[in-house]
């Protein structure tokens, strides 16, 4: 790659990623011209375009600004969810310009920090976004780049320094083999993205691999009884990083942290579910790792209020709560089923479950079937394509005759509101990695304007 400091405009095809947005907007705090290009408008391009950042909707090579993109100070970078027919990235293709991938842009900034690596197949974006938030809030000099919206912020991106970065390390088509991590963590390794690796063994691999970019395997944590080496993190168990004395208090953890050198008492952490406690230590930990003065840290884990779309609350009353989430796998939705199992206990839950991928789902359709089937009703919308074409016989009408006896049926997005509203289930969940979270506020206004 050119020095940084040579290029003057970047180019993300695919701009409105949560991935790509977090580097634009890096881009842009260094002083680079940002352009990019992406499918649709959104709440995030409009405050990316709000920020100073040219961007198209239009893919079409008219919409370049040739004349301001010259090949010797232009960098474009893209993500592999862009189709290799789109017209503007094959242009820059047949120009010459220097192009590279999200996941090599991403190690090239980051490979003269102290990089905080944060893979697993679940929790990247809540851990991640955790430690950020406790290194900015203890004055450490962090830039992090967050797969979600976090509350604090309002925003993927946290500026605070350019000596410490904090990264999610996607393990989609490998890109986190991209990093040069000097501490890392693994928060689970289940088998998913087998449309890419094939099967668990190859996904296995790859985090062994990714482990091995580590230069000391004592700077990696993971949660305990992953085949790994490091530090381990777990609950009420034997570990390195461990929460102990784990209670609930006015619907929030209260724990003590056991680290190798102290314990940390009355720690709170907002958030509910087993899943984030776990992704909660590893935070602590990690942030300890870097250096971070144990002394601000229960303030700061206090002070975290979570990331859109991970257990957000859009109605909380003695009537009725409505969560949104992002879980698109079967242990992601076991995990939420805990998680409400545990906050309100007793009560009947609805889960209204966009499936994510055909692929996805027909690998996974017995788990899905098996953890949808916990919850009292079930909702299903049609499956979500992403990057995918159809796959005969996989339909969320297939996914739901799994379910044989439990009360689910498939319904459409324009029923969903009414089907929502009208539950006897006190506990309601709006859940999938699709475009379910731009129906999320519709049902929410559906439900407030009817009440």
Same mark, same amino acid.
């Given at each position: 790659m050119?020095?940084?400091?040579?290029i003057?405009?970047?180019?993300f095809?695919g701009i409105g990623?949560?991935?790509m947005?977090a580097?634009?907007?890096?881009?842009l705090r260094?002083g680079k011209?940002?352009?990019?290009?992406d499918?649709?408008?959104?709440k995030?391009?409009?405050?990316?375009i709000?920020?100073g950042m040219?961007?198209?909707?239009?893919d079409?090579?008219s919409?370049?600004?040739?004349?301001?993109?010259?090949?010797?100070?232009?960098l474009?970078?893209f993500?592999?969810a862009?189709p290799?027919?789109?017209?503007?990235?094959?242009?820059f293709?047949?120009?010459?310009?220097?192009?590279?991938k999200?996941?090599?842009?991403?190690?090239?900034?980051?490979k003269?920090?102290?990089?905080?690596a944060?893979?697993g197949?679940h929790?990247k974006?809540t851990t991640?976004?955790?430690?950020?938030?406790l290194?900015a809030e203890?004055?450490?000099?962090v830039t992090?780049f967050l797969?979600?919206?976090?509350?604090n912020?309002?925003s993927?991106?946290i500026?605070?320094g350019t000596e410490?970065?904090v990264v999610?390390a996607?393990e989609?088509d490998?890109?986190?083999?991209q990093?040069?991590?000097d501490?890392a963590?693994?928060?689970?390794?289940?088998?998913d993205?087998?449309?890419?690796?094939g099967?668990?063994?190859?996904i296995?691999a790859?985090f062994?691999?990714?482990?091995?970019l580590?230069s000391?395997?004592?700077n990696l944590l993971?949660?305990k009884g992953?085949p790994?080496?490091?530090k381990?993190?777990?609950?009420?168990?034997?570990?390195?990083?461990?929460?102990?004395n784990v209670r609930?208090?006015?619907g929030?953890y209260?724990?003590d942290?056991?680290?190798?050198n102290e314990v940390?008492?009355?720690l709170?952490?907002?958030?509910?579910?087993?899943?984030?406690?776990?992704?909660?230590?590893?935070?602590?930990?990690m942030?300890?790792f870097?250096?971070t003065?144990t002394?601000c840290?229960p303030k700061?884990?206090?002070?975290?209020k979570?990331?859109?779309?991970?257990?957000?609350?859009?109605?909380?009353?003695?009537?009725?709560?409505l969560?949104?989430?992002y879980a698109?796998?079967?242990?992601?939705?076991d *995990? =939420?089923?805990?998680? &409400?199992?545990?906050?309100?206990p007793?009560e %009947?839950? !609805?889960?209204?479950f966009?499936p994510h991928?055909?692929s996805r789902?027909?690998?996974?359709?017995d788990?899905?079937?098996?953890s949808l089937g916990r919850?009292?009703?079930?909702?299903?919308?049609e499956?979500?394509?992403?990057?995918?074409?159809?796959?005969?016989?996989v339909?969320?009408?297939w996914?739901?005759d799994?379910?044989?006896?439990?009360n689910?049926?498939?319904?459409s997005?324009? *029923? =969903?509101?009414g089907? &929502?509203?009208n539950s006897?289930?006190?506990? %309601?969940? !709006?859940?999938?990695?699709g475009?379910i979270?731009?129906?999320?506020e519709k049902?929410?206004?559906?439900?407030q304007?009817e009440g």
């Amino acid at each position: 790659m050119k020095d940084l400091k040579d290029i003057q405009h970047i180019y993300f095809v695919g701009i409105g990623g949560i991935g790509m947005s977090a580097l634009a907007r890096y881009a842009l705090r260094l002083g680079k011209t940002v352009w990019g290009y992406d499918k649709t408008a959104t709440k995030l391009t409009d405050e990316l375009i709000a920020e100073g950042m040219q961007i198209t909707f239009t893919d079409a090579t008219s919409e370049i600004d040739a004349e301001q993109l010259q090949l010797d100070d232009t960098l474009v970078v893209f993500t592999p969810a862009i189709p290799k027919s789109n017209q503007i990235l094959r242009y820059f293709q047949e120009q010459d310009y220097a192009i590279m991938k999200r996941a090599k842009f991403l190690g090239e900034v980051t490979k003269d920090t102290l990089c905080l690596a944060v893979a697993g197949t679940h929790g990247k974006t809540t851990t991640s976004a955790i430690l950020g938030h406790l290194l900015a809030e203890c004055d450490m000099p962090v830039t992090a780049f967050l797969g979600g919206i976090a509350e604090n912020y309002h925003s993927n991106f946290i500026s605070k320094g350019t000596e410490i970065t904090v990264v999610e390390a996607d393990e989609f088509d490998r890109s986190f083999l991209q990093l040069s991590p000097d501490i890392a963590c693994v928060t689970s390794m289940d088998a998913d993205h087998l449309d890419i690796y094939g099967d668990s063994s190859s996904i296995e691999a790859s985090f062994k691999e990714f482990a091995g970019l580590l230069s000391e395997k004592q700077n990696l944590l993971f949660k305990k009884g992953l085949p790994l080496e490091g530090k381990s993190v777990a609950i009420n168990e034997t570990a390195d990083f461990e929460a102990q004395n784990v209670r609930i208090e006015n619907g929030s953890y209260v724990f003590d942290l056991k680290t190798p050198n102290e314990v940390i008492e009355n720690l709170t952490f907002l958030l509910p579910g087993h899943h984030n406690l776990h992704n909660a230590i590893t935070a602590l930990g990690m942030a300890i790792f870097a250096g971070t003065p144990t002394s601000c840290l229960p303030k700061a884990l206090f002070s975290f209020k979570g990331v859109e779309r991970r257990f957000t609350y859009k109605i909380r009353s003695e009537e009725m709560v409505l969560i949104d989430d992002y879980a698109h796998h079967p242990t992601e939705i076991d *995990a =939420l089923h805990q998680a &409400v199992s545990e906050m309100y206990p007793g009560e %009947r839950t !609805l889960i209204a479950f966009q499936p994510h991928l055909f692929s996805r789902t027909q690998d996974f359709a017995d788990g899905f079937a098996e953890s949808l089937g916990r919850f009292d009703e079930v909702f299903l919308l049609e499956i979500y394509p992403a990057r995918e074409e159809p796959i005969l016989g996989v339909t969320s009408e297939w996914l739901c005759d799994k379910m044989e006896g439990k009360n689910a049926q498939v319904i459409s997005k324009e *029923a =969903l509101p009414g089907y &929502v509203k009208n539950s006897a289930c006190k506990v %309601r969940l !709006l859940v999938g990695a699709g475009d379910i979270g731009a129906e999320v506020e519709k049902v929410t206004k559906y439900i407030q304007d009817e009440g």
